[in-house]
């Protein structure tokens, strides 16, 4: 037997091959595949974009061998007799191969997952239920900021009222003063965003 046994010779050995395990395991990882790649402009970004997808697609291709060889190794070990111990060592081998080919392959690939979401997932629950909380969270905290904010322009809107009334000349040079700064800063902002 070779050192690396081929994907398609495991589906007589319990019907899971690395091929089907690509399947799955590949489209489960897609969503952090295209977190990965998205963002940035320009041709260096393309670039640099085109670099990270090919380092995530590598790494995801040796976790579904890794997973296929895995899946091999508990075959050989639950039907486990002294002729198939060649076999096991070979496994073994190979597993520990990719193993290594993984754990290089990962340091081109640069993701970051929240320690969080390592823990959710090792307490067998849904990841997804970090991404609920942050958006709760911020959710939370935009209602929050929204009330501050109301709250200030009802004091300013309160005090421009009560100054009004002591000093009704200076308030018609502040609002005109005012609205020249705004039309000025629209026009500054409207020549940014067209060179």
């Known amino acids: 037997m070779d050192p690396a046994p081929n994907p398609s010779s495991t589906a007589g050995n319990g019907g899971l091959s690395a091929a089907g395990a690509t399947a799955t395991v590949g489209n ?6 295209n977190a990965c790649v998205s963002g940035g402009n320009g041709a260096a970004a393309a670039d640099s974009a085109d670099n990270r997808s090919k380092n995530l ?3 995801i291709n040796s976790v579904d061998m890794t997973l296929g060889l895995l899946h091999q190794l508990y075959l050989t070990v639950s039907s486990f007799s002294v ?42 629950k849904n990841p997804d ?30 005090l421009l009222e009560e100054i009004k009334q002591a000093f009704p000349h200076e308030v018609e040079n502040y609002r005109e003063i005012r609205a020249s700064s705004a039309a000025l800063n629209c026009a500054v902002s409207g020549n940014k965003f067209r060179a």
């Open 83 to 124: 002729a198939s111990q060649l076999p096991l060592i070979q496994r073994l081998n190979a597993l520990v191969a990719e193993l290594d080919t993984m754990q290089k392959l990962a340091e081109n690939c640069d993701i970051q997952v929240p320690m969080e979401v390592v823990n959710l997932i090792d307490d067998g």
């Open 28 to 33: 489960a990882l897609t969503p952090i595949a």
């Open 129 to 158: 239920e970090f991404t609920r909380d942050v958006l709760n969270s911020c959710i939370a905290k935009n209602q929050i900021t929204k009330g501050k904010t109301d709250a200030f322009k009802s004091l300013r809107k309160y």
């Open 57 to 59: 697609q590598q790494v």
